[in-house]
C-alpha cells in the first residue's frame, strides 16, 4: 500500500475511487436469466443451478431433515457462538420499536402513523469459501422481530446439493421460514417473480456478488423492493500518535480478506503510525489463509496522511461502509461523523464486533451510498402507514385552505370533493 502524503482536496475523488466494473454486458446476462426465470418458474432456475452451481435439483426446499443433520454437524461451541450473537442482535434490534405517533395537527383533525411488517421478505445468503451464516442472523432476526409472516431464504448449494450446515442451523433457529437452495441472479428473481416452489417476496435483502447485486438493482425497477444498494465491502480506518498500528494493521486485513474488490483505507494524522501500520500489514498478510484476496485488496487500497483538521472532511466525503476511529479521543471525532454505515469507536471495539456479535447489523451501505442510506434495521422490515380523520369542525377549519390551493393547481375534483361537505356542514 502506498503512503500519500497531504493530498489535497480536489486529489481525494480519484484517490477513494472505488473499484468499478464494466457492467454493460453483465447486465444484459443478468437480464437474460430474470427474464428466463420470470417466464419458465422452476425449470430455468433447475437449469441454472445446474450450470451455474454444478447441482442438478429434484427439489429446491431444504427438508427437515437436513435442518436435523446441519444442527448435528454444528460444533456446540459454535452453537454456543451464535446463541450469543443471536441474543445481542435481538436486544438492540427490538429496542428499535417504532412508536404509534398519533397528533391533533388542528383542533378536529387527528394525524396518526403506525409501523407495520412487510408481509413476505426474500433473503439472499452467499455460499463459496465464507459461508455467510452470521448475515442469517442479521436479516432473519429484525425480521422475525418485526413480524414479517413469511421469511424465506436462498442460498446456493454445493455440487453434491449440500449448503453449509451453519448456515441451516442459523436460518432454523433466528426463524426463516423456508430455506431453497437457489443462488445467483436466478435466486434473486425466483424470490422476486416465484416461482412453483419458491414464493413472491415483497422485499429482498441480502449482499452478494456482482451479478447478485445487478439483479437487486434490475428487479427493483420492475417493482420489488430491495435493502440498500450494495457493493463490495469497505473500511476506514483513522489513526492518530497515540493509536497502535498493530491493531489497525488488524482491521484493515479484516476487510481486505472478504474480497479482491474490497477497498480499505487508512488515514492518520501522524506518519510513522501509518509506517507502522504497513509494517504489521505485510507481517501478518502471510499468516492468513486468505493472504491472496487481501493482497488484491491492498493493492486498490492507501494509506493516507492528512492534517488532523482534514480527518472529519475526509471521513464524510468518503462515506465509508465502516469506520474505525482508533484515536486518543475517538468520541470526539464521533461528533463530527455525518456518513457512515457504522462506526466502531477505540482500541477495543474491531469491526469484526459488529460483523458477528455486538448487536448492530452489518448490512451496511457501501460505494459512497452511506451519505444518504442506512443499514439494515428494524424499519428496514416495515412500512409506515398514515391515517387521518377529519370531525365536521376540523373539516370547516382547513377546507377553505385546501380549496384554495386545489383550485391553484387546477384540480377541480380535489377542490369539490371539500366544497360539497362543507356546503353541507353549512346548510346543517
Known amino acids: 500500500m ?10 481525494w475523488s ?34 441454472y443451478t445446474k450450470i451455474l452451481d454444478g447441482y442438478e435439483a429434484s427439489s429446491f426446499k431444504v427438508t427437515e ?24 442482535i435481538e436486544e438492540f434490534h427490538k429496542a428499535q420499536w417504532p412508536k404509534e405517533i398519533v397528533t391533533e395537527t388542528t ?70 421460514t423456508q430455506v431453497f437452495k437457489a443462488g445467483g441472479a436466478q435466486a434473486i428473481a ?70 479482491a474488490d474490497s477497498q480499505v483505507v487508512l488515514v492518520s494524522s501522524d506518519e510513522e503510525v501509518a509506517e507502522r501500520t504497513r509494517y504489521f500489514l505485510l507481517k501478518y498478510l502471510d499468516k492468513i489463509p486468505r493472504k491472496d484476496t487481501a493482497k488484491q485488496a491492498l493493492g486498490k487500497s492507501s494509506l493516507v496522511i492528512l492534517k488532523q483538521e482534514d480527518i472529519p472532511d475526509i471521513i464524510n466525503f468518503y462515506a465509508p461502509e465502516h469506520l474505525i476511529i482508533s484515536t486518543q479521543n475517538p468520541e470526539e471525532l464521533a461528533q463530527k461523523v455525518e456518513n457512515a454505515g457504522s462506526v466502531f469507536l477505540g482500541d477495543f471495539t474491531p469491526e469484526s464486533l459488529g460483523d458477528y456479535a455486538s448487536g448492530t447489523n452489518h448490512v451496511l451501505p457501501t460505494n459512497g451510498s452511506a451519505r444518504a442510506f442506512s443499514g439494515v434495521n428494524l424499519d428496514a422490515f416495515m412500512k409506515k402507514i398514515t391515517f387521518q380523520k377529519a370531525t365536521q369542525d ?35
Open 2 to 11: 502506498q503512503i500519500i502524503r497531504y493530498p489535497e482536496k480536489k486529489e
Open 14 to 47: 480519484g484517490l477513494l475511487a472505488r473499484p468499478q466494473i464494466d457492467q454493460t454486458s453483465l447486465r444484459e446476462q443478468v437480464k437474460i436469466i430474470l427474464e428466463d426465470v420470470k417466464r419458465n418458474g422452476d425449470e430455468a432456475l433447475s437449469r
Open 65 to 88: 431433515e437436513e435442518f436435523r443433520a446441519a444442527e448435528e454437524q454444528v460444533s456446540d461451541k459454535l452453537k454456543d457462538a451464535i446463541k450469543i450473537a443471536s441474543q445481542n
Open 107 to 176: 383542533a378536529g383533525i387527528e394525524c396518526r402513523q403506525k409501523a407495520v411488517p412487510i408481509n413476505a421478505v426474500g433473503l439472499y445468503i452467499p455460499g463459496g469459501t465464507a459461508p455467510l451464516f452470521s448475515s442469517v442472523l442479521m436479516m432473519a432476526i429484525p425480521a422475525r422481530i418485526a413480524g414479517c409472516n413469511n421469511i424465506i431464504m436462498c442460498t446456493p448449494p454445493g455440487k453434491d446439493g449440500s449448503i453449509d450446515p451453519a448456515i441451516l442451523f442459523a436460518a432454523k433457529y433466528s426463524g426463516v
Open 190 to 259: 425466483a424470490m422476486s417473480y416465484g416461482t412453483e416452489s419458491i414464493s413472491k417476496a415483497d422485499k429482498i435483502f441480502g449482499p452478494g456478488n456482482q451479478y447478485v447485486t445487478a439483479a437487486k438493482q434490475m428487479v427493483f425497477l420492475d417493482g420489488t423492493a430491495i435493502d440498500l444498494p450494495a457493493g463490495p465491502s469497505e473500511v476506514m480506518v483513522v489513526v492518530d500518535d497515540k493509536s497502535n498500528p498493530e491493531y489497525a494493521a488488524a482491521d484493515l486485513l479484516s476487510q481486505a480478506e472478504h474480497g
Open 394 to 428: 376540523g373539516l370547516s377549519r382547513i377546507g377553505e385552505a385546501v380549496e384554495t390551493m386545489a383550485a391553484a393547481e387546477q384540480l377541480e375534483a380535489h377542490r369539490m370533493a371539500v366544497s360539497v361537505r362543507t356546503k353541507k356542514i353549512e346548510n346543517s
